[in-house]
């Protein structure tokens, strides 16, 4: 999104800025061309022309398929492995379209590569799993699930035919994808060989979720008669030490009144809370009052 807004300032069809970080097969082979360029850009050209895009439709579309089908992928990873898997996918569908159109002095941009990695991951790694398509009959939309390996399976063939029929002049880089794929495929076999580093549940501690859930249900308890209630309220660690604000709700039979609960920093596990007022009503005395036991998540 960074690289995007970059490119609104500089304008989206800014042909310099594409030759200067996109991927142009002629910046390497053609001495005419290659001298204009660093040796700094020639490297870096193979890393920034998957975060250029042509348009917004360019860029929605990439981010809607990573969106779709990348969740699943890192997961799969891990966020470190499928950070390195990403690029990768990227720099061999780059390879991939740099030897089959080695002279080439059009600009290749866009993470359709690397993005066709992850799809080339998913085929492998769930192919039953349904996707959401939409089938337009003439003008009548029509949504099915079709599973993933048949929805991909189709995907992987329309790159071939485009590639080797009609599509091969629209200015797409049918190869980059088909090698993106492919790069999918073998990456997901090579990582199974790799040994696990425990990097993953490292990088767990920081990246987990950092908050609990802002509406709670408190189910409050009573001894006998006592006009006191008592009850758990849930927070993370960081909210123990910031300090935060919940909204609860207490049910009694189908009454769910709600309630503001400010919790101050530096709460510790056990911590009681008394809510004045919100306890039981008893004829004849004043309301009793609500206690929350303060119960920390992953506390040390």
Same mark, same amino acid.
């Given at each position: 999104?960074?690289?995007?807004?970059?490119?609104?300032?500089?304008?989206?069809?800014?042909?310099?800025?594409?030759?200067?970080? +996109?991927?142009?097969?002629?910046?390497?082979?053609?001495?005419?061309?290659?001298?204009?360029?660093?040796?700094?850009?020639?490297? *870096?050209?193979?890393?920034?022309?998957?975060?250029?895009?042509?348009?917004?439709?360019?860029?929605?579309?990439?981010?809607?398929?990573?969106?779709? *089908?990348?969740?699943?992928?890192?997961?799969?990873? +891990?966020?470190?492995?499928?950070?390195?898997?990403?690029?990768?996918?990227?720099?061999?569908?780059?390879?991939?379209?740099?030897?089959?159109?080695? *002279?080439?002095?059009?600009?290749?941009?866009?993470?359709?590569?690397? @993005?066709?990695?992850?799809?080339?991951?998913?085929?492998?790694?769930?192919?039953?799993?349904?996707?959401?398509?939409?089938?337009?009959?003439?003008?009548?939309?029509?949504?099915? $699930?079709?599973?993933?390996? @048949?929805?991909?399976?189709?995907? *992987?063939?329309?790159?071939?035919?485009?590639?080797?029929?009609?599509?091969?002049?629209?200015?797409?880089?049918?190869?980059?994808?088909?090698?993106?794929?492919?790069?999918?495929?073998?990456?997901?076999?090579?990582?199974?060989?790799?040994?696990?580093?425990?990097?993953?549940?490292? @990088?767990?501690?920081?990246? =987990?979720?950092?908050?609990?859930?802002?509406?709670?249900?408190?189910?409050?308890?009573? $001894?006998?008669?006592?006009?006191?209630?008592?009850?758990?309220?849930? @927070?993370?660690?960081?909210?123990?030490?910031?300090?935060?604000?919940?909204?609860?709700?207490?049910?009694?039979?189908?009454?769910?009144?709600?309630?503001?609960?400010?919790?101050?920093?530096?709460? =510790?596990?056990?911590?009681?809370? =008394?809510?004045?007022?919100?306890? =039981?009503?008893?004829?004849?005395?004043?309301? +009793?009052?609500?206690?929350?036991?303060?119960?920390?998540?992953?506390?040390?």
């Amino acid at each position: 999104m960074l690289v995007w807004l970059l490119q609104l300032q500089v304008g989206l069809h800014n042909e310099v800025f594409f030759y200067l970080y +996109g991927l142009v097969p002629g910046k390497y082979t053609v001495e005419e061309v290659s001298r204009h360029f660093s040796v700094a850009n020639h490297i *870096f050209s193979l890393f920034s022309y998957m975060f250029l895009h042509g348009g917004f439709w360019h860029l929605l579309g990439n981010m809607w398929s990573l969106y779709i *089908f990348g969740d699943n992928i890192e997961d799969h990873f +891990g966020s470190v492995r499928f950070l390195g898997f990403y690029v990768l996918s990227g720099l061999i569908s780059g390879a991939c379209h740099f030897l089959l159109n080695p *002279f080439s002095m059009v600009p290749t941009i866009g993470a359709s590569g690397a @993005i066709a990695g992850v799809m080339g991951a998913y085929f492998l790694l769930y192919p039953r799993s349904k996707i959401l398509t939409l089938v337009p009959i003439i003008i009548i939309p029509w949504f099915i $699930e079709i599973p993933a390996f @048949i929805f991909l399976g189709f995907w *992987f063939m329309m790159q071939f035919v485009n590639a080797a029929g009609q599509g091969a002049g629209a200015g797409i880089a049918w190869w980059a994808h088909i090698g993106g794929f492919i790069a999918g495929l073998v990456l997901v076999k090579c990582n199974q060989r790799l040994p696990k580093t425990g990097t993953r549940q490292k @990088i767990n501690q920081f990246t =987990r979720k950092q908050h609990t859930p802002r509406l709670q249900t408190i189910l409050a308890t009573s $001894e006998s008669n006592d006009r006191d209630l008592t009850g758990d309220i849930e @927070i993370s660690t960081l909210e123990a030490l910031t300090g935060t604000r919940k909204l609860v709700t207490i049910p009694w039979g189908f009454y769910k009144p709600l309630y503001r609960v400010s919790i101050p920093p530096g709460v =510790r596990q056990g911590t009681r809370l =008394r809510l004045a007022g919100m306890g =039981r009503s008893v004829s004849g005395q004043p309301k +009793g009052d609500m206690f929350l036991t303060v119960h920390i998540k992953n506390a040390i």
